[in-house]
Every structure is written in C-alpha cells, then in structure tokens.
C-alpha cells in the first residue's frame, strides 16, 4: 500500500511536473524576495528610527544639563519641538530612575508608572540603542546617555515603523500571491502549448504501434508532421528522431521482406531445379524394372549418368554460395589473369566452335593479382559459358584483360541480342534466368541461373566488384580486381613461392597452346 503512492508520484506528466517544479521556484524566488525586502527595510527603518532617538536623547540631555543640581527635572520635555510620544528619564548616578514622562499631544506631560519604569530598568549607560516593551505606551527604541553628573533616558515609540513593515509584508505577500497565479496560469497555457509538438509524437508513436508490422508488406507508416520535426527545438529533435527511426524500420522491414521473398524463391527454383533431374533419374529406373524390351539399358545409363551429373553440378554450385556467403576464406596466391583468361577462352571455343571468339591482351603491364586461381577462373569460364549460351551461332565474344597499378580489369563482350531491360538489375540474383519457367526440355537448353551469382560472389570475396552493361548488338561484362602489390611480389619472389612458378607455367601453357586454337589479339 506504501507504494502506489510513490509510482504514482514518478509517472506523473511532464507538464504537471514542469508546472510544479515552475510555481515552487517562483514561491522559493518570492519568499527570498519578501524576505530580503523586508529585513533592509527594516534595517533602514530602525537606522533612521536610532539617529532620530540618538537626536532627542542629545537635546534632553542639553536640556537636563541646564538644570544639574535637580535630579527629578523633566522641564525639558516641554520645550517646542518635542515629538508626540517621546519617553524621557533622569537618572541617578546608580541608574536607577528618579522621575521619567513621556510626551503627550496636545495634553501635558504624563508621568510614568510603577510598571512602566521597572520596564525601563536596567538600560546601560553604554551609548546603544535598546528595546523595551513598555505596559500602556507599547515598544520604544531608547537609549541612555551621560554628560558629567546628567544621566538622561530618551526613547522614542517604534510603531510606525512596526506598521511600516507590517504593510510592506501585507503588500508584498498580496503582490506575491497575485504573481503566482498570473504566473501559474501563464506557465500552464506555455507550456501546454510547448508540449503540444509531443503530444502529437505520442500519438504518432501509438499509431504506428498498432500497424501490423509482423506480415504483409509494411509501408506508408504515419510519419510526425514536418512543423514538428524542427531541429532546433527538443521537441522537434524527438520528431525527427522517431520519423528517421520510421524510415528505418520501413527500409529494414521492406528489405527483410525482399530477402524472404528471395529466400522463397532461392527455395522454390532450388527445390524445382532439384528435382527435374531426380524425376529423370527415377523415370529411368522405372522403366528399367519394367523390363529392358521398354528402353535400352545403355540408353537409360546414359541419361541417368547425364542427370546425376547435372544434379551434382547444381548441388556443387549451391554449397560454393553457401561457403561465399559464410566468409569461409579463399585460397592465396598469385594469379596471372592473361594466362588465366586465355585458358578460358581456348576451353570455350572447344566447347562452342561455331562462335568467333577473339582473345584481347596489353603487354604494357602484368596483370597479376592475389586470390583463388581456381576460382577466379570460373568467374571468366561462366562469363563465357553465358556468352555461349544465350547468343546464337556465329557471334563474336571477346575477352580482354587490362592492367594498372592498382586493378586489373576483365572484359567479355559480344555482340548477340543483349540482356532484356527487365532483367538486368536482378541479372547477378540466383536463379535469374531469361527463361523464367523451371522446366525445360533438357539440360542444355539453359543453365540453371547460378553461373553470374556465383562470379559475383566469387568476385566480391576477392575484394573487386563485376558490372554489366547491355544494349541490343552490345553486352559487356566487366570485372574488376585490386592487383598484388610490390611487396606482396618481392616477397614470393624471395621466397620463391609456388604461385611464381604456376604462373610461368600458365603462360607456358599459352605458348603451347596449338596455333589453330590460339591466334590471340594483341594490343
């Protein structure tokens, strides 16, 4: 039971505690203010109020000294000029009072009682002033002074100035308490104006807390008003903050949902691409347990041999994706990208011999860099394997190596019908193919859409970046590769390294390349 009281206590709105943390500093500035106020009016009041009582002491005793030889004489306290109220006493040499009036206006001089003297009793003859609170006159301000044998009393009453600071702390607590309320409502209406801004971010923020974020496709979530996102306001700062942090989770959301509509496809053209080949294989089988009068054994093995084979070369390229997408680190050394491309090159046209293929190399410098020559080799073989698989027979497919001091650069080129508009921003996706059905006739008829996710991927992981452009009569393939660097160079040539050596040998492989096969282009 203690408790609630304390939570409710801390989950109370920013505007009741801005407003209560508001009006009890204006109460404490107030306070302080009245106080300070009224103690130095007090103390210049009771400074003018002594030098007035030290003045009519001096003249009393003037008056008195007149008159020496009389003790009790209080004549003095008739002269003109003497102010209503005054107390005056003479005083005998032990302090002790002999006779004491005090002034009446318009009236004579009225003696002091019994009582009223023993309320005077005891003030030193030391110069200061004190307080006494005299029965029938009220509190005086007096003091006692001496000249030879003259003991005086002067005192004067302190009423007004009493009165004086009576009014002043009336007037100040009137003028007090009106502020605060003026103030407090001024501060309520501010602030309730200033909050507004997040109020309205709240509402924003509870309105997108009831969108369906979990499924469907997520966008036009509400977004604060542009007048509430001004950055140089607090509030205008949370605004932008929670529309920024909207457009992030819209992005975020979006692109999840591409990659599970990707996943689902990967999945999907997997599955399917998978089981084109198992289908074949269990057809053959099949018909083989019916007999062999139904299909020859041989033939029947031959086609179970050719869809095992495309089965295991699909399932080989999904797990090379799998360990590129994974991090796994490639295999190191140095690669000799002219000999490599002319490897590949020379494969492709005893593949495909009715395509003019033309190889483009520059002497000016080697082109080497550090990866997986194995890999890097795939990347040229797909290209071209693509080239070869969607241009008709007679096209001309050229692949050019360049070099600089930072990067070499590949080129396949041909001039076949070109890539569709459609499908070249998705051309190095998986299983992106420009045949979208999942069945086809045969295995040759088109690849199963891997070959340039794979060159990208292998491309990436070597730290280069492969591009493509295509027109119709125009597509052109470009990868590009950082190179090895000098030191990288000196220190496998020092340590005589194996890559040094499967590089000569690769260009010794150029060299002994049959001349029908090779006749290169040399720029």
Known sequence: MSRRPKARTRTRSIRTRLLVFVTATLVVVCVAMGLITTLFQH???????DDRVLDTAERALGGASLHENLQDDLTFLRESGQPAGMLAARLDEDGAIVSAAVVVQDAPNQN??????AALAGVRADGAMHTRTVPGLGTYRVTVLVDGGVRILAGLPMDDVQDMISGLVMIETGVAVAGLVAAGCVCTVVIRRQLRPLGRVAATAVEVSRAPLGHGEVTGLTRVPEGDTD??????????ALNHLLDHVESSLAERQRSEERMRRFLADASHELRTPLASIAGYAELMNHGTDRIEPVLAWRRVSAESARMTGLVEDLLLLARLDEGRPLQSREVDLAALVAEAVWDARAAAGGHDWQLELSPDAPALVTGDEARLHQVVANLLSNARMHTPAGTRVVASVESTDERCVIRVRDNGPGIPPALLPTVFERFTRADTSRSRADARSGGSGLGLAIAAAITAAHGGRIRVESTPGRSE???????????????RAVAGNPASVSCSQGRGKLREKPPRLAEPTVR
């Not at 103390?43 to 109020?49: F, I, P, Q, S, T």
């Not at 002091?112 to 003297?117: F, K, M, P, S, V």
């Not at 950055?231 to 932008?240: F, K, N, R």
């Open 43 to 49: 103390a210049y009041l009771m400074g003018n109020l």
């Open 112 to 117: 002091l009682g019994t009582d009223q003297r």
């Open 231 to 240: 950055p140089d306001s607090e509030a205008g700062q949370v605004g932008a």
């Open 477 to 491: 393939f470009t990868i590009e590769l950082p190179t090895a660097t000098a030191a990288g160079l000196e220190e």
